[in-house]
Structure formats: structure tokens, C-alpha cells
Nanobody, 122 residues
Framework: QVQLVESGGGLVQAGDSLRLSCAAS????????MGWFRQAPGKEREFVAT???????YYTDSVKGRFTISRDNAKNTVYLQMNSLKPEDMAVYYC????????????????WGQGTQVTVSS
């Protein structure tokens, strides 16, 4: 069993930055692919970014060049650095883990955190 706990959300203005963290329990973190998803009110959950066990990354088009996903296996933590935030980035952000090599769909992930709210004012 893997438990994931997100932190770092908050209220910012458009153009500001935030760094989200996701702390994972268990000994399988280093072998897991980690992902970030988000869900805005009234919308479906959407993929944001993923990082493989080897450090390979992939992003949805709307965040490329602004968001960076990274991981620290020594700390069992994955991060999402979000720069140049826009009002459309406002959502609850979720961290997820999977044993798959690469995964960009929610159904491919086995474990989920509770989410952290990101609010961006214009």
C-alpha cells in the first residue's frame, strides 16, 4: 500500500509561482512512475505531468514550458514547480503513483493523494 500526501497549494495571483510536493510512504517510490493531475470545478480530471522511475518526463501541452515535474527518491517526494500561473490553472491538484513505465491516463494509476487546492486570481 502506498500513501500519498500533497502539499504546497494556495492562493496566488496570475503570473506567480507555486511548488507542489507529494510525499509518498512505502519502499516502492523509487520504482514507481509518478504523476500529477488536476480537476477544476465542473470539469473532468486531467493529466498534467508525469515522471518515470528513470526521470523521463512528459507534460500536457497547456503547461509545457511553465511547469516542471521532478522527484527526489531519497526523500520519497515528487514535486511540481508551477511558474507563470494562469487563472485556468486553478484546480485541485492530485498526485498519483503507478508501477507502469509510463502513464498519462488516470486509470493507469493505482494510488492517489487527497489533493491540494491551487487558486489563481486574475
Amino acid at each position: 500500500q502506498v500513501q500519498l500526501v500533497e502539499s504546497g497549494g494556495g492562493l496566488v495571483q496570475a503570473g506567480d509561482s507555486l511548488r507542489l510536493s507529494c510525499a509518498a510512504s512505502g519502499s516502492t517510490f523509487s520504482s514507481s512512475t509518478m504523476g500529477w493531475f488536476r480537476q477544476a470545478p465542473g470539469k473532468e480530471r486531467e493529466f498534467v505531468a508525469t515522471i518515470s522511475r528513470n526521470g523521463g518526463t512528459y507534460y500536457t501541452d497547456s503547461v509545457k514550458g511553465r511547469f516542471t515535474i521532478s522527484r527526489d527518491n531519497a526523500k520519497n517526494t515528487v514535486y511540481l514547480q508551477m511558474n507563470s500561473l494562469k487563472p485556468e490553472d486553478m484546480a485541485v491538484y492530485y498526485c498519483a503513483a503507478t508501477r507502469r513505465t509510463i502513464a498519462t491516463h488516470g486509470w493507469e494509476y493505482d494510488y492517489w493523494g487527497q489533493g491540494t487546492q491551487v487558486t489563481v486570481s486574475s
